[in-house]
T-cell receptor, first 111, second 112 residues
Framework: EPEVTQTPSHQVTQMGQEVILRCVPI?????FYWYRQILGQKVEFLVSFYNNEISEKSEIFDDQFSVERPDGSNFTLKIRSTKLEDSAMYFC?????????FGPGTRLTVT | RKEVEQDPGPFNVPEGATVAFNCTYSNSASQSFFWYRQDCRKEPKLLMS???SGNEDGRFTAQLNRASQYISLLIRDSKLSDSATYLC????FGAGSYQLTFGKGTKLSVIP
């Protein structure tokens, strides 16, 4: 069964550093998403990506965040200058306009 | 503001019990609804979609009441493996986006 994959599974970084989180969505899916989940809190939408551009973003997704689909398979989330409050699980998801499937997540720890 | 509200629990039930979870959503324009389950420190996994006519998948039954903006999930004959957090989710259609709005989840512990 096809699945969304994410790397790395855990990333530790120092405040102010840049991080790139990587995702490979399911191959025939058209819509791609990033969500985050701070420990003990609910899953929150960050951004959606369709037809090679951002289609929607939340107020969390400020200028420190960017997304890219550099080739036909990868989908990345970049945080330019990490803050302590960016520590969270980051989930990538994809769909074809129906049911949405999530990757296993990257645990980002900012120290 | 789009919100999905759930009773956080925890629900502690014995094996074999029937348990029901409820959820309400604030955005009357939400188009689709789902139940996901999430194990500790894992990703949300799709359990089932929720249809207005009600739908069943084995031991799981989901219901949607659009007039009341209310969604439910019933689990019959609970198994130990059902222990997880159950997430009520609403989906909105935008231009090129089907973003999900999650509830905080209801934690279920099935006890031997």
């Amino acid at each position: 069964e096809p699945e969304v994959t994410q790397t790395p599974s855990h990333q530790v970084t120092q405040m102010g550093q840049e991080v790139i989180l990587r995702c490979v969505p399911i191959s025939n899916h058209l819509y791609f998403y990033w969500y985050r989940q701070i420990l003990g809190q609910k899953v929150e939408f960050l951004v959606s990506f369709y037809n090679n551009e951002i289609s929607e973003k939340s107020e969390i997704f400020d200028d420190q965040f960017s997304v890219e689909r550099p080739d036909g398979s990868n989908f990345t989330l970049k945080i330019r200058s990490t803050k302590l409050e960016d520590s969270a699980m980051y989930f990538c998801a994809s769909d074809r306009g129906n049911e949405q499937y999530f990757g296993p997540g990257t645990r980002l720890t900012v120290t | 503001r789009k919100e999905v509200e759930q009773d956080p629990g925890p629900f502690n039930v014995p094996e074999g019990a029937t348990v029901a979870f409820n959820c309400t959503y604030s955005n009357s324009a939400s188009q689709s609804f789902f139940w996901y389950r999430q194990d500790c420190r894992k990703e949300p996994k799709l359990l089932m979609s929720v249809y207005s006519s009600g739908n069943e998948d084995g031991r799981f039954t989901a219901q949607l009441n659009r007039a009341s903006q209310y969604i439910s999930l019933l689990i019959r004959d609970s198994k130990l493996s059902d222990s997880a957090t159950y997430l009520c989710v609403a989906r909105d259609f935008g231009a090129g986006s089907y973003q999900l709005t999650f509830g905080k989840g209801t934690k279920l512990s099935v006890i031997p």
